[in-house]
């Protein structure tokens, strides 16, 4: 596999497509002639060389999204806007089952732009070595098939269902393969006219460093036993589930102490939105963190404005000499520098709490998920399979955190929760994307749920 490499292509719109691909890094490769450090993973909208109609056609739409996004807080008319943006974008409901493969006004028109040439240039400069190419957005695989890449076509899937939008204009005559993260994904897509045969359930692709091998998953137990443990302060739902924990987790990882205080993590979407609710969680919880009994990483991405608005309210709070101790943000300019971080996090975090966003596959990394209000259709149906496969809950009033964040402590649903993400949510989606791609295997998830 070392010699097998791929095209990897995002879009620096958020962070959920670029997120998605960080996990295939070593099986990527720069295009002939780019500086191979700043290119392992392609962005479409912001690539060396990019023609400047090209670069306007892509961030005119990013910064109108980002913009409506964080408009939504405003009070009354903050939720008519976004709502009126979120309508062109919404899933139709899934059932009755019928065909909806009709192209939407928004497809019809990312077509016509790339009918006058958008895209062409990254493709032509593709194409001067071609290799199979994975996307984690639509409109590139539309770019490749469009304008004639001769490599395989793969579009990786970043939600738990999608929208019209991720099928081609021509489903059915289409040669872009998907790599689908669930079962729903797939049946979207046929419902949508692209044919069976090029559709894979692969699973959401994790990070490799908080898994191990994909055959014992050595660092994701060890870090699942030493959550539970956290998770489950008085021991009752270890004791209540004992024979299931040695069946799954094995004995090596049961009864497992954390070496560290009871760990939330709190992570805001692309946009900056939901960011006060870091500084409630903050306020809720000071006299735990001042103890050392709370850690709280409050995670502002690559966002600058974030991290200066979390270290201003951190110093307000007089918590900053808990700065990177029990108080710690999680922040790099470089989005591929933020995700190491991050993921670096998670090993000691007992507690992942963000709006489902693409970060509700991370619950198949056996944290439970605390569901942050939605921002979008797509993360409706995101928080539904985490409600389906018993990994999350949506949070309470956060400026009380302190009152049910530790009955739910009690109860033993966190514990729960983390081992229903383990059991039920896929982990292994870069492996089988790998083998699908550079060895031609039929490499899919063999259990799983249908939602």
């Known amino acids: 596999m070392s010699q097998k490499k791929a095209y990897i292509v ?95 006004i928004q497809l019809s028109q990312i077509y016509n732009m790339i009918k006058k040439g958008w895209g062409r240039h990254l493709i032509d400069e593709l194409n001067r070595d071609p290799l199979p190419l994975i996307t984690s957005f639509f409109i590139p695989a539309f770019f490749a098939e469009e304008h004639g890449y001769k490599g395989e076509i793969y579009c990786l899937c970043t939600d738990t269902d999608v929208s019209r939008a991720w099928a081609p204009l021509h489903p059915q005559k289409s040669r872009i393969t998907y790599l689908a993260p669930n079962k729903r994904v797939r049946e979207r897509l046929k419902l949508y006219g692209v044919r069976p045969e090029k559709i894979f359930i692969t699973g959401f692709p994790l990070p490799k460093e908080n898994i191990g091998s994909p055959d014992t998953v050595k660092t994701l137990k060890t870090s699942l036993g030493c959550r539970i443990g956290n998770l489950d302060p008085h021991g009752r739902y270890q004791k209540k589930y004992q024979q299931m924990l040695q069946f799954y987790l094995g004995s090596p990882f049961c009864d497992l102490r954390a070496k560290h205080p009871f760990t939330i993590t709190f992570a805001v979407g692309g946009a900056g939105a939901q960011r006060e609710v870091g500084i409630e969680i903050l306020q809720s919880l000071r006299t735990h963190i001042d103890a050392g009994a709370v850690r709280l990483n409050l995670v502002a991405g690559s966002r600058a404005d974030v991290f200066s608005f979390y270290e201003a309210e951190i110093k307000r709070l007089g918590l900053d000499h808990r700065h990177d101790q029990t108080v710690r943000i999680i922040y790099d300019e470089d989005k591929f520098r933020y995700f190491q971080k991050f993921d670096e996090a998670l090993l000691t975090t007992d507690v992942l709490w963000t709006k489902p966003s693409e970060l509700s596959f991370y619950a198949g990394l056996g944290l439970p998920i605390i569901i942050a209000p939605t921002i979008g259709s797509q993360e409706e149906y995101n928080k539904a399979w985490l409600h389906a496969i018993g990994a999350g809950f949506e949070q309470n009033d956060s400026r009380y955190t302190h009152e049910w964040l530790f009955d739910w402590l009690e109860s033993g649903w966190l514990a729960e929760a983390a081992m229903s993400g383990f059991l039920h949510a896929p982990r292994n989606g870069a492996y089988h994307i790998a083998d699908i791609v550079l060895n031609g295997k039929k490499s899919e998830i063999e259990d799983v749920h249908l939602l």
């Open 10 to 104: 995002a879009v620096d719109m958020g962070y959920g497509h670029q997120r998605a691909v960080h996990p295939l890094f070593d099986i990527s490769r720069a295009p002939k002639g780019w500086d191979h450090d700043s290119a392992m993973i392609i962005c479409a909208n912001k690539y060396p060389g990019i023609p400047e109609i090209d670069f306007k056609r892509w961030n005119g739409s990013q910064g109108v999204y980002e913009l409506i996004s964080r408009m939504k807080r405003l009070p009354i008319v903050g939720d008519w806007i976004f709502g009126a943006m979120d309508y062109f974008q919404r899933i139709e409901v899934f059932y009755p089952k019928r065909d909806l493969s009709k192209p939407t």
